[in-house]
């Protein structure tokens, strides 16, 4: 080989652990707005890429030595992109149909990942056993040859693990797009072993090898950059969109926490969905109108503390709540925090959330905003952090601990509330997060899945309650309240902690 061509099969190596790394990162997102991202539909998409991966190594080495050449690895890349292409459509055409059938929920993530990625990722595997067959002129060199070619593609993984985790997701916003730029970036590496080829062949040569890369080059121009640039990954998911003509989709993106869309009925109904999840709902006739139901009960801190001022809300969603604060009461300042900058943009675009010098808006971990607002207290904290899908397993663990009820008690009023929304209220994570709470506040009360805490008691009466309420459009509070009041503390689930707070076991009815 001549020193051109060790440079490319180094830069393709290179290249291609980052690939494969990019791919797997892509792989979580893609699975996990259709099957969740709990325990085990992360390890199934592990198991499935050290499978790929293994069986990769294995027909890489075959293939070195029965095709010692370069054009095996230039044909390896243009495969994978070629495969790649297709994982949008292959998505929406199969996900959905796994997820509505009968097989055991612990197979479908399985079964989706083998479909979208085992092929590709068995290529992109294939690599470095191949280049270190290009690459090892003697056996007596051929351990540190393998040495330094693993260690290249190692470095590659943990390149295009940064860059796709913390850049190339909020860039391109697109998951599809993700797995589109890899594949171009594929055929970007196929060229670059071409034109190092190039000056070693024979005329005849060259001239196939040309009018391939004229295939491929059209191929790129015509499929792949279209598909780059202007796929939506709302027309790769219909049967999961609920599809009607009465809906219309306002706007798709992926960011580095969600599948983020919002739809809008005929009717002029707007609604924000996360994964599969809907968030929020507005009337864009009424926007400080009804919302969820549940959102109704975030009122409850204020009509039973009529004294209260200063509002901190967790999660943002649609923004629904920290309207009809600022628009109901006069008095009132709201801070909104979210981990998720492109909820705050959505928030703002779509759902009318307008920051003011009464609705202030941050951007942040609700943890960390709260570890950086040292002596800064509150009336009411809300915390509403998470998605809903089928599995109920995207609450982040970080914010349901007894360490984080300490750090929010901090941060309260002497007679002030936290309010915990909790959309599993069925399964064990309830009355965990109730044993929990009660560690630290001493007052509890609980209304289906709201947990409210308090270090000064909670004792005004429902009808006074719903007496204070009057004023206000609260449709949904009266189911609330006639559930409202303490709860017995569970001792036969675990207080969750920082060391140990397992939600997506929970969430299972599983210990």
């Not at 984080?404 to 941060?411: D, L, N, T, Y």
Request: proline share 5%; aromatic share 10%; net charge positive.
């Amino acid at each position: 080989m001549t020193s051109s061509e060790r440079i490319a099969v180094r830069v393709a190596v290179f290249l291609g652990g980052a690939m494969l790394m990019a791919l797997e990162i892509a792989a979580f997102r893609i699975i996990g707005k259709t099957f969740g991202s709990a325990l085990r539909e992360t390890t199934a998409v592990i198991a499935v890429f050290l499978a790929a991966m293994s069986l990769g190594y294995w027909a890489g080495g075959r293939a070195g030595d029965r095709w010692p050449r370069l054009g095996t690895l230039i044909a390896v890349f243009l495969a994978a992109a070629a495969m790649l292409v297709f994982v949008p459509w292959l998505d929406a055409a199969t996900s959905p149909r796994i997820a509505e059938s009968e097989l055991d929920y612990a197979l479908h993530a399985f079964l989706a990942t083998s479909i979208l990625f085992a092929v590709p990722t068995f290529l992109f595997a294939s690599i470095s056993p191949i280049a270190v067959r290009l690459m090892a002129t003697t056996t007596v060199h051929s351990g540190s040859t393998a040495g330094s070619i693993s260690a290249l593609s190692t470095v590659g993984s943990i390149v295009g693990s940064i860059l796709t985790g913390f850049f190339l997701i909020d860039w391109l916003q697109s998951i599809a797009r993700t797995v589109l730029f890899v594949a171009l970036c594929a055929c970007i590496t196929a060229a670059i072993l071409i034109l190092a080829a190039l000056p070693r062949m024979r005329a005849e040569q060259r001239a196939v090898v040309r009018r391939y890369a004229i295939v491929a080059g059209v191929t790129v121009a015509v499929i792949v950059l279209p598909a780059f640039f202007f796929i939506r990954s709302t027309r790769l998911e219909r049967s999961l969109l609920t599809p009607s003509p009465n809906w219309k989709v306002l706007f798709a993106g992926d960011s580095a926490y969600h599948h983020i869309l919002v739809r809008e009925s005929r009717r002029g109904v707007r609604l924000l969905t996360f994964n599969a999840g809907i968030q929020s709902k507005m009337n864009v006739n009424d926007p400080y109108g009804p919302g969820n139901d549940y959102i109704d009960t975030m009122h409850l801190s204020r009509l039973m503390r009529p004294n209260v001022r200063k509002i901190l809300n967790i999660g943002i969603g649609g923004g629904t709540a920290a309207k009809q604060y600022v628009h109901y009461y006069s008095d009132t300042v709201v801070d909104l925090v979210d981990v998720d900058p492109m909820v705050i943009d959505v928030a703002q675009r779509f759902f009318r959330l307008e920051p003011s010098e009464r609705l202030r808006v941050h951007l942040g971990d609700g943890r960390m905003f709260l570890k950086r607002s040292p002596g800064v207290k509150w009336d009411v904290i809300i915390i509403d952090t998470y998605t809903t899908n089928r599995y109920g397993d995207t609450i982040p663990p970080h914010l349901v601990t007894r360490e984080f009820f300490e750090e929010v008690s901090q941060h309260l009023e002497d007679d002030g509330i936290v309010q915990f929304h909790c959309a599993f209220s069925t399964t064990k994570l309830l009355p965990a997060l109730i044993r929990t709470m009660s560690e630290v506040f001493p007052s509890v009360r609980v209304t289906r899945g709201e947990i409210f805490g308090s270090f000064a008691p909670m004792l005004t009466s429902n009808e006074t309650l719903a007496e204070r309420a009057r004023p206000y459009r609260l449709p949904y509070l009266p189911n609330y309240l006639a559930d409202f009041g303490p709860r017995p503390v569970s001792t036969d689930v675990p207080i969750l902690t920082d060391d140990f707070a397992p939600v997506d076991l929970l969430v299972r009815g599983r210990r």
